[in-house]
């Protein structure tokens, strides 16, 4: 049953994916990232990590989106500077034990499947407050010592970001 469940999402994030981005380099990333997301989503949850497995195929594809984008059409700079600001500021994070490294690896898989500026900024804003909305209710049910696994989370950001944007592009 849980196969079925995760083929189901992630042909569903696919779909959002062709939707917002239609055909090109970006689609590249945004459909390695639905094809991981049910199984990252589910064992961070699990398990509070998210394993290289599954997130450096995801880093890997948005390398060759980027890479197929810059001999088209030059430097990408927002998927660039998307990775590089995103994950760096989960970096700082993670210092101070806010973050898992894992959390920072996606961070670079998002940012890198993040062709434009709407999806890069809309992106971490909806994962802080959707996860920020969870971590308030962990907080009260559980005490301080409570932790979430935000991995979840950043990929809702991006997809919800994505479904924005397939929204108004198809309006």
């Known amino acids: 049953m849980r196969v079925?469940?995760?083929?189901?999402?992630s042909v569903?994030?696919?779909?959002?994916s062709v939707l917002a981005l239609g055909p090109g380099s970006a689609l590249v990333p945004a459909l390695a990232l639905a094809a991981a997301a049910p199984s990252l989503a589910r064992i961070d949850l699990a398990e509070h990590r998210l394993p290289n497995r599954l997130v450096v195929p995801a880093m890997v594809a948005g390398v060759v989106g980027v890479a197929l984008d810059w001999l088209v059409a030059g430097p990408p700079v927002v998927p660039l500077a998307a990775a590089a600001a995103y994950a760096g500021v989960l970096f700082v994070l993670a210092l101070f034990g806010g973050m898992g490294m894992g959390d920072v690896k996606l961070a670079?898989?998002?940012?890198?499947?993040s062709p434009t500026l709407t999806i890069a900024l809309v992106s971490p804003l909806l994962a802080f407050l959707l996860g920020g909305a969870a971590a308030v209710v962990v907080l009260v049910r559980r005490g301080p010592k409570a932790r979430i696994a935000f991995g979840p989370f950043l990929l809702a950001g991006y997809f919800g970001a994505l479904?924005?944007?397939a929204i108004v592009r198809l309006s």
């Open 4 to 9: 079925v469940v995760s083929v189901t999402v």
């Open 12 to 16: 569903a994030l696919a779909g959002v």
């Open 108 to 113: 670079v898989a998002l940012g890198l499947a």
């Open 163 to 165: 479904v924005l944007v």
